[in-house]
């Protein structure tokens, strides 16, 4: 039986430690896994990391299979994710009806958080918004800047920040936070995860039967429970 390792974004994290002991139990294979924000795994590949298995959004996947890091055979979609605004439990839900009242809510807090820029989809996406409403120098000072499961949703939990801005997938189930809604269409991204066996992995076979185990139809409510949104 093989030790699988699996380089893993932060988004399934959840979805993962639900279904890894089944899969443990039926197969006899262990899983060990690294969750990281997208850029320190890419870092981590570029320094000569090792993985059986690449759990990240398809179009990082993609470019990774193009240049020979994970095959084509074996790759599954888990999920799409939206971005959503939390808040501490109890306080005033924010209008995210319109592009115009995120702006306002956004001017109205005190503090917000998202992920940097750069290290992750939901980040970079963020900034952008912040520029595209044309706020980006109101809210100088406004912004902390902290992954989901690096502390930023323990900012939104103690109050530091009045609204944080993170994939669903990392907000919906903690305890202190309440899931205010997704941002409108006009200004959201939509990340679709995905999952793939590495090249140079020393257990393909452990690694392929892990991904199919995780994105059975058959798990699907564990999926929609943590965030996701079914694949097309």
Do not use: C
């Not at 997208?38 to 981590?44: I, Y």
């Amino acid at each position: 039986m093989a030790t699988i390792k699996i380089l893993s974004g932060g988004a399934p994290k959840e979805v993962f430690l639900e279904l890894t002991p089944a899969f443990e139990r039926q197969s006899g294979h262990k899983v060990d896994f690294t969750f990281a924000v997208l850029s320190a795994l890419r870092d981590q590949l570029a320094a000569g990391g090792k993985a059986d298995a690449l759990v990240m959004p398809t179009n990082i996947l993609d470019g990774y299979q193009a240049s020979g890091v994970v095959f084509a055979a074996h790759r599954a979609v888990l999920g799409l994710v939206s971005v959503n605004a939390v808040v501490r439990t109890g306080a005033p839900m924010p209008d995210l009806s319109t592009p115009d009242s995120v702006r306002q809510a956004m001017l109205d807090s005190r503090a917000i958080a998202h992920a940097t820029p750069g290290a992750t989809p939901s980040g970079t996406h963020m900034a952008k918004v912040i520029d595209q409403l044309g706020i980006a120098e109101a809210m100088k000072g406004k912004v902390i800047h902290r992954p989901a499961l690096e502390g930023g949703v323990q900012l939104v939990a103690s109050g530091e920040a009045e609204i944080g801005f993170y994939p669903k997938s990392e907000v919906i189930n903690i305890a202190g936070l309440a899931l205010a809604g997704p941002l409108p269409e006009a200004i959201q991204l939509t990340t679709i995860y995905g999952a793939a066996v590495t090249t140079a992995s020393a257990a393909p076979q452990a690694a392929a039967a892990f991904i199919a185990f995780v994105s059975h139809p058959g798990h699907r409510a564990v999926w929609a429970q943590a965030g996701f949104d079914p694949p097309a």
